[in-house]
C-alpha cells in the first residue's frame, strides 16, 4: 500500500466514523485540491460546524475521481464541478479552459435562470490524457 492510499483509508475509517474532518484531509480524501473543496463549501455543498470540520455525509455526496471518469468513459457530457474533480482543480480554473476554447461545451438546463455548460467527452478524454502525460514525464519541450 502506498503511503498516499494508507492516508486515505485511514480518512475514510475517520468519515466513516462520523468524525468531521478539515478541507485539506478532504482534499487528500478525494484526491483533489484544497481550493476545489473550499469552492465546494462555499457552494454549501458541503456543511461546516463550529470546530471548523465539515459534515461527512457533504463529503459522501461529493463524486469521486473515480466515478467521475467512469462517467466519462460512458460517453456522459460533463459539467463543470465534475471536470474539477476529475482534473484535481479548482472549478474556476475548467470555467477559464472552457472559455479559452480547450474543451467544446453544450448548454443544458440548470437551476432557475442559469444554463449549466456540459464539456464534451471526446475533448475532455484528450485533455485528461495530456495533463496526465505531463504530470508524469514533465511539461512537453518548446521548440
Known sequence: MQPDDARRAALQARLDAGEWLPADDIATLLATTTPAVNSWIRERRIAKNEAGGYDPAGVRAIPTADSVEQRLNAGEWL?????????????????????????????????????????????????????RRERRDGPAADG
Open 79 to 131: 459539467g463543470l464541478l465534475d471536470l474539477a474533480i476529475l482534473f484535481g482543480v479548482d472549478k474556476a480554473t475548467v470555467a477559464r479552459w472552457v472559455r479559452l476554447g480547450h474543451m467544446h461545451y453544450r448548454l443544458a438546463r440548470g437551476f432557475g435562470r442559469y444554463e449549466r455548460r456540459l464539456c464534451s467527452p471526446t475533448d475532455v478524454r484528450t485533455n485528461l490524457d495530456e495533463l
